[in-house]
């Protein structure tokens, strides 16, 4: 079983910027497909960023350009930098891992039951 506890989130203004990190129970970075998601009040679970095994990464096209998803095996941790925060960031964040990976496959867009795991979330709040 795959804990997974995340930490960093905040209450920023637009603008701002943040470090999401992820700590798993056991070495699954470099067997497992990550991934970042988010859900705002009222609204689904959406995916963020993923990034596969071997260091390829996904992002939805709301965050291109300004959030970086990353990991670091050494520490066991996973990290979600986020630049240039807007109001409609706000949302619960989660990470997620998938231990057979088909989550990171090419075909597939952030479908939320290819993760097997999954944390409890930080809470990201984007004030304008």
């Known amino acids: 079983q795959v804990q997974l506890v995340e930490s960093g989130g905040g209450s920023v203004q637009a603008g701002g910027s943040l470090r999401l990190s992820c700590v798993a129970s056991?070495?699954?970075?470099?067997?497992?497909?990550m991934g970042w998601f988010r859900q705002a009040p009222g609204e689904g679970r959406e995916g963020v960023a993923r990034?596969?095994?071997?260091?390829?990464?996904r992002y939805a096209e709301s965050v291109l350009g300004r959030f970086t998803i990353s990991q670091d095996n050494s520490k066991n941790t996973l990290y979600l930098q986020v630049n240039s925060l807007k109001p409609e960031d706000t949302g619960m964040y989660y990470c997620?891992?998938?231990?057979?990976?088909?989550?990171?496959?090419?075909?597939?867009?952030?479908?939320?039951?290819?993760?097997?795991?999954w944390g409890q979330g930080t809470q990201v709040t984007v004030s304008s």
């Open positions: 997620a891992a998938d231990p057979l990976r088909l989550g990171c496959s090419p075909h597939r867009t952030f479908v939320l039951s290819d993760f097997r795991y």
């Open positions: 056991g070495y699954i970075y470099n067997t497992h497909c």
């Open positions: 990034i596969n095994n071997d260091g390829t990464t």
